[in-house]
């Protein structure tokens, strides 16, 4: 059985689950566009796991916080979208999926 939510479920999800902190409200917004357009492609509805988009997925404000958690430099954003997914935020912030 499949429900269709909305941004708005899509975070309430996330703090009803306690982890409402885990993304910025900004985040969580372009995770969730991120998400719809990726079930649009592949032409399968994603499943909501809360747990497991946090495992998956991790918030930076810019290459410089990335970095710190990363022990592999890389210069650009450009460059660290050839090792995995990221999401732009803004300007300078984003999502990356886990590698």
Do not use: P
């Not at 269709?4 to 409200?25: L, P, W």
């Not at 747990?51 to 991790?58: F, H, K, P, R």
């Not at 958690?69 to 300007?91: C, G, P």
């Amino acid at each position: 059985m499949i429900q269709a939510i909305n941004e708005c479920d899509f975070s309430t999800a996330f703090h009803k689950m306690g982890r409402g902190e885990q993304f910025t409200y900004e985040g969580l917004k372009a995770l969730y566009e991120y998400l719809e357009q990726l079930g649009d492609d592949i032409g399968e509805q994603i499943e909501l796991d809360v747990i497991a988009l946090c495992c998956e997925y991790s918030e930076y404000e810019n290459l410089d916080e990335f970095q710190k958690d990363y022990s592999r430099e890389f210069q650009s954003i450009e460059e660290l979208q050839q090792a995995t997914q990221v999401i732009m935020i803004d300007d300078t912030s984003f999502i990356i999926q886990q590698f």
